[in-house]
């Protein structure tokens, strides 16, 4: 089993930055992959970014390239998710997932609580 709890989520202004984190607990988490998925209200869910269990590899969604990175902490059982440029169209929950990618997304067994993410106008 694997537990997943996410921090870091809040009010920004557009053009801002902020990071999130997510805490991984179960020895299954160093070998799953590792992302974030996010869902505004009103939408669907849609993946934002997802990295291998190294962290060699990261994966992200067309919306959130070069604006967001991700990356893992394999001995503090943590991801984080840094976003810069943030827009209001960023506004959403966003939830932290585990499992395997495929095919442009994230094919996840376990999933987070959310944090809210907000940016204002």
């Known amino acids: 089993?694997?537990?997943?709890?996410?921090?870091?989520g809040g009010l920004v202004q557009a053009g801002?930055?902020?990071s999130l984190s997510c805490a991984a607990s179960?020895?299954?988490?160093?070998s799953l992959h590792m992302g974030?998925?996010?869902q505004a209200?009103?939408?669907?869910?849609?993946f934002v970014a997802a990295i291998s269990w190294s962290g060699g590899s990261t994966y992200?969604?067309?919306?959130?390239?070069?604006?967001?990175?991700l990356s893992r902490d394999n001995a503090?059982?943590?991801v984080y998710l840094q976003m810069n440029g943030l827009k209001p169209e960023d506004?959403?929950?966003y939830c932290c997932a585990a499992g395997k990618y495929y095919r442009g997304s994230l094919k996840s067994d376990y999933w987070g609580q959310g944090t809210q993410v907000t940016v204002s106008s």
């Open 91 to 93: 506004t959403a929950v």
């Open 1 to 8: 089993q694997v537990q997943l709890v996410e921090s870091g």
């Open 76 to 78: 503090k059982n943590t």
């Open 60 to 69: 992200y969604a067309d919306s959130v390239k070069g604006r967001f990175t």
């Open 41 to 46: 209200s009103g939408k669907e869910r849609e």
């Open 26 to 30: 179960g020895r299954a988490f160093r």
């Open 36 to 38: 974030w998925f996010r």
């Open 16 to 18: 801002g930055s902020l």
